[in-house]
């Protein structure tokens, strides 16, 4: 005789369709409810970040407007042109850092959302989080993910180089390379001799695979000319795009400076503010400008107003649009 057949258990059901198996037995029209609460719950609390981070910086926010108010409006809808064109080229970037198509619409939304998300953390993880969670929505493993990531990120450092390369002839004497103590460089140099030696063998081999990965995702990109066009190309055009929001916020204000040299102490300041994990580089940035203009012979008043115009319109209006779309995004599971 045979004996009792066995029943499979939830885990059974769960290895197939996916579910909990605490939800096995729960109804699916109840578990999409349950999904639907998290996500407004989500939505809501990065909602409530962005009001708390508005409501702390709201006398920075309504002084700008206060002075763009009596700007040149021609200049000004200059610079808000090319602060939505930087959501479009961050977008293309991203599909050339990747071999796989992404779809195009979800893409540039994710990028708008991922913006404003980043002015929310420091150090840009928010931004470099809602990017990630799209790349592995896509179909990209977590791996795959970060590396596009990595490569999108390196082609802007070295795009934003090139663009100060390009920029300096053309201002003379506005840089100037600091000097650093032979001393200094060389207790720079022993105590990252001492920090490899400390670190355990386990963290570099991981190290090195995950560069072997970046290395491997780079040269993918570039057998593909259409891939590797898009990944310098929407470097490049971030880079000038957002440069040409300030000078176009600057010739609105009439900052008495040339338009290279606006352009030039902007790349130059957000590189050094990249530096400090602040979020979005939000008063980092802002500082570092200001000081650069003032340096460079504009009025601080008038450099402040140029500041506070680019923030407001790269920043602080965009910010609850982004959210938006964020919350929009993670409602369709888009992320």
Do not use: N
């Not at 102490?265 to 979020?279: C, D, E, N």
């Amino acid at each position: 005789m045979s004996g009792p057949v066995p029943v499979p258990g939830p885990e059974a059901y769960d290895s197939r369709a996916g579910a909990a198996p605490a939800l096995a037995g729960v109804p699916a029209d109840i578990r999409r409810g349950r999904r639907l609460w998290w996500h407004c719950l989500v939505g809501a609390v990065v909602l409530a970040a962005g009001a708390y981070l508005l409501r702390g910086h709201w006398a920075v926010v309504r002084t700008g407007a206060l002075r763009l108010a009596v700007a040149d409006q021609g200049w000004l809808a200059v610079a808000g042109a090319a602060a939505c064109g930087t959501w479009v080229c961050a977008a293309l970037a991203q599909q050339g850092a990747v071999v796989p198509r992404l779809p195009g619409g979800r893409l540039l939304a994710a990028q708008f959302a991922a913006s404003a998300a980043g002015h929310l953390v420091p150090a840009g993880v928010g931004g470099s989080a809602v990017s990630l969670r799209f790349l592995m929505r896509c179909g990209l493993p977590a791996g795959r993910s970060a590396s596009a990531l990595a490569v999108k990120a390196a082609a802007g450092g070295v795009a934003r180089g090139a663009l100060i390369a390009v920029l300096v002839p053309l201002s003379p004497g506005l840089l100037r390379v600091p000097h650093v103590p032979v001393g200094a460089v060389v207790a720079l140099a022993a105590v990252l001799a001492v920090v490899a030696a400390l670190v355990g063998g386990t963290l570099r081999a991981r190290c090195r695979r995950a560069l072997a990965v970046v290395l491997a995702d780079v040269r993918a990109v570039h057998l593909r000319p259409p891939r590797a066009a898009a990944l310098w190309g929407g470097s490049l055009a971030f880079a000038a795009a957002h440069s040409l929001v300030v000078v176009a916020v600057a010739r609105a204000v009439a900052l008495p400076l040339p338009p290279t040299r606006v352009a030039l102490l902007y790349l130059a300041a957000s590189g050094a503010a990249a530096l400090l994990p602040t979020p979005g580089g939000l008063g980092s940035l802002d500082a570092v400008l200001a000081l650069a203009l003032t340096a460079a012979g504009a009025p601080a008043a008038t450099a402040a107003s140029a500041v506070l115009g680019y923030r407001l319109l790269t920043v602080w209006l965009p910010l609850f649009p982004g959210l938006l779309v964020l919350g929009a995004l993670v409602r369709r599971r888009a992320l």
